[in-house]
């Protein structure tokens, strides 16, 4: 069975770090592209960041939604199966469901910023930033 766990999710202060994890287990998801997506109460889920993988197994080009980008980090560990978004400078608008998800056909810029193309997803992790 397929399964996406994320972590790390909190109540932080406006101007804190959180840092997500999705634990990735079920299947080898070395060939795979994830990406993080939030939702907040009344809204539509967003696109927050996506890395790819270029042939083998070594995650390459990163992709951020440009309201986080230069505050929030993607990355990969492999041998852990694990990808990671660490998040800095919050700000209370940052505040939602946050969710990590794999997609096994698409790659790249846009296709990655599609919630519709993605084939698995976690549960999701609480993400609160007081003001």
Request: aromatic fraction near 12%.
């Given at each position: 069975?397929?399964?996406?766990?994320?972590s790390?999710?909190?109540?932080?202060?406006?101007g804190?770090s959180?840092r997500?994890?999705c634990?990735?287990?079920g299947?080898?998801f070395?060939?795979?592209?994830?990406g993080?997506?939030?939702?907040a109460?009344?809204?539509?889920?967003?696109?927050v960041a996506?890395?790819?993988r270029?042939?083998?197994s070594t995650?390459?080009?990163?992709?951020?939604?440009d309201?986080?980008?230069?505050?929030?980090?993607?990355s990969?560990?492999?041998?852990k199966n694990?990808?990671?978004?660490q998040?800095?400078s919050?700000e209370p608008?940052d505040t939602?469901?946050?969710?990590?998800a794999?997609?096994?056909?698409?790659?790249?810029?846009?296709?990655?910023?599609?919630?519709?193309?993605y084939?698995?997803?976690?549960?999701?992790?609480q993400v609160?930033v007081?003001?």
């Amino acid at each position: 069975q397929v399964q996406l766990v994320e972590s790390g999710g909190g109540l932080v202060q406006a101007g804190g770090s959180l840092r997500l994890s999705c634990a990735a287990s079920g299947r080898t998801f070395s060939s795979d592209s994830m990406g993080w997506f939030r939702q907040a109460p009344g809204k539509e889920r967003e696109f927050v960041a996506a890395i790819s993988r270029s042939g083998g197994s070594t995650y390459s080009r990163t992709y951020y939604a440009d309201s986080v980008k230069g505050r929030f980090t993607i990355s990969g560990d492999n041998a852990k199966n694990t990808v990671y978004l660490q998040m800095n400078s919050l700000e209370p608008k940052d505040t939602a469901v946050y969710y990590c998800a794999a997609v096994t056909r698409y790659s790249g810029n846009y296709y990655l910023r599609q919630p519709g193309l993605y084939d698995y997803w976690g549960q999701g992790t609480q993400v609160t930033v007081s003001s």
